[in-house]
């Protein structure tokens, strides 16, 4: 079946370490993204990628980092500068052509500070 | 810019009652709206989206929403509560360009009590 895996589940973190977040897709799509979640705060957009090698900041992209080196991955780091990354953070895509195309998202991985 | 505020951060309903969970958004273009689920410690699931072929949307579930433009609403409803439809819900609008993000409404956790 096709769908979205983010890994791990859950992870720590230490004060000053960078963790990366995976995130893989096997629906072909073009369009990638990583949300935060925190409760009663809705999700907030971290960044998001529309196509391979090309990907632009969210609402909340200071201390953390993105690649997008192949159509199907879309890795997120969470920098030593993120001050408060304890949160749930869930990574979606959707297809290219038109605004309608619904978001289909990954499981979630659930950070927290050591 | 776009903005999606839900009613109610917290609705209450006894098992069979009518469920009613309220959107209402912002947008200088017509939009394309999307209602999600989420469950505990997973990520969300598309329950309808809008997208101007009808105003009344059926998703799964048995649950449908109504588009109401002089209203600027997109109200979910669902005529008999289940407890397995106990989760939260989330509102989001699309931001009108092909393959950017959603933009969401801060969530609705619906309780079904017996």
């Known amino acids: 079946d096709g769908g979205i895996t983010q890994s791990p589940k859950y992870l720590f973190r230490k004060e000053g370490q960078n963790v990366t977040l995976s995130c893989e897709q096997n629906?072909?799509?073009?369009?990638m993204y990583w949300y935060r979640q925190d409760p009663g705060q809705g999700l907030r957009l971290i960044y998001y990628?529309?196509?391979?090698?090309?990907?632009q900041k969210g609402d909340i992209a200071e201390g953390y980092s993105v690649s997008r080196e192949k159509k199907e991955s879309f890795p997120l780091t969470v920098t030593s500068a993120q001050k408060n990354p304890t949160a749930f953070y869930l990574c979606?895509?959707?297809?290219?052509?038109?605004?309608?195309?619904?978001?289909?998202f990954g499981d979630g991985t659930r950070l927290s500070i050591l | 810019a776009q903005s999606v505020t839900q009613l109610g951060s917290h609705v209450s309903v006894s098992e069979g009652a009518l469920v009613l969970l309220r959107c209402n958004y912002s947008?200088?273009?017509?939009?394309?709206l999307f209602w999600y689920v989420q469950y505990p410690n997973q990520g969300l699931q598309l329950l309808l989206k809008?997208?101007?072929?009808?105003?009344l949307v059926k998703g799964i579930n048995g649950f449908e929403a109504e588009f109401k433009k002089s209203e600027t609403s997109f109200h979910l409803t669902k005529p008999s509560a289940h407890m397995s439809d106990a989760a939260e819900y989330f509102c989001?609008?699309?931001?009108?360009?092909?393959?950017?993000?959603?933009?969401f409404g801060k969530g609705t956790t619906l309780s079904v009590s017996s």
């Open positions: 809008y997208t101007s072929a009808a105003t």
């Open positions: 629906l072909n799509h073009d369009a």
């Open positions: 989001a609008v699309s931001e009108g360009q092909a393959g950017t993000a959603l933009i």
């Open positions: 947008s200088s273009v017509p939009p394309y």
């Open positions: 990628s529309q196509i391979v090698n090309d990907f």
């Open positions: 979606a895509s959707s297809a290219s052509g038109g605004d309608n195309q619904p978001q289909h």
